[in-house]
């Protein structure tokens, strides 16, 4: 059955794809992949696609074998959250088998972040040349803080959440204007002590910290599901009206955040914490 993509999730279909009993060809001009928990990376993929034309794809919703078609000299691009310093583990591993017929020229990514991005772009661009491909350009966008699960860390004010979309969106703008000329650069908020937190706090969070386990569902919980559809992983199940989480936890607490009821807890650390969900800015 034919396939049709060319433009994003809600654009006009373009271009069938050609399905074999194993493998999908789809033909695209350029792509933006994109992770998001909470909307941030969601709504900055978004700006990304529309402006530049480009066909925008959550990689949670995609196939392993479909082999994507790049045109010469045509972008590549990732879109996606910064988790303890770095990108999510599922973005990397996506870099590292999606399949393409040719290596693609412009490489680049775009990650969002609470404050400091670390050492993500030496992180991605490493992934990438294991595979043969250059990443050329990164960029980090600063967006509402989403992390609440170890103390200190909470979502941001109400004022301060308002000040970094206002500055997002200027920020978005510069971007789109650096993708579209292939800029090379590499321009992230990397903050201090950043080979410590990506390379010695980082492995520590991702073996610690990565993990389902200490989720639990309050006596408050309405029963809703809204967890489970927020899932990005599909890791949520509704057994008996109450969610079970699963082992492919990405760790990016939709499940929390989405929850109507603040009856996602994860252990006794986010009982006082906020939530926090991307709402699309009023036009200026
Ligand atoms: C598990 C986890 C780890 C995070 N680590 C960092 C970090 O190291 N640096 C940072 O600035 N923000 C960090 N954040 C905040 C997110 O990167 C930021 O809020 C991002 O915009 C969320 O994107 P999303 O809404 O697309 O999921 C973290 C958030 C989560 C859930
Ligand atoms: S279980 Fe929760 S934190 Fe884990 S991937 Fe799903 S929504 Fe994200
Ligand atoms: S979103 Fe909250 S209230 Fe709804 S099912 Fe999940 S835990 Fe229960």
Known sequence: MPVDYKGGEHSKPVIRSFVTPRVRLLLFFTMIFYFSGTGNSAWVAQQLGEAL??????????????????????????????????????????????????TPSYLYFVCTCGDDAGKTALLFRKVAERRGWVCKAGFSVTMP???????????????????????????????????DRKVSRFDCHEGGAPYTKSYLLRPLFNRFFVSASRFHVME???????????????????????PEWGSQCSMCLACYHHCPKHAVAYGNQTRKKGQYIFKSPKPV
């Open 53 to 102: 034309h480009e066909a925008v794809h959550r990689i949670t919703d995609k196939l392993p074998n479909q082999i994507y078609t790049l045109q010469p000299r045509e972008r590549l691009g990732f879109v996606f959250p910064v988790y303890s310093w770095g990108p999510p583990s599922v973005v990397l591993e996506w870099l590292a088998r999606l399949l393409c017929s040719e």
């Open 145 to 179: 803080n989403t992390y609440v699960c170890l103390p200190g860390f909470d979502v941001d004010s109400v004022e301060v959440e308002k000040q970094k979309i206002c500055d997002a969106r200027s920020r978005i703008v510069q971007v789109i204007e650096w993708v």
């Open 220 to 242: 408050t919980c309405i029963s809703c599901g809204k967890c489970e559809q927020a899932c990005p992983m599909h890791n949520i199940q509704m057994k008996e009206g109450k």
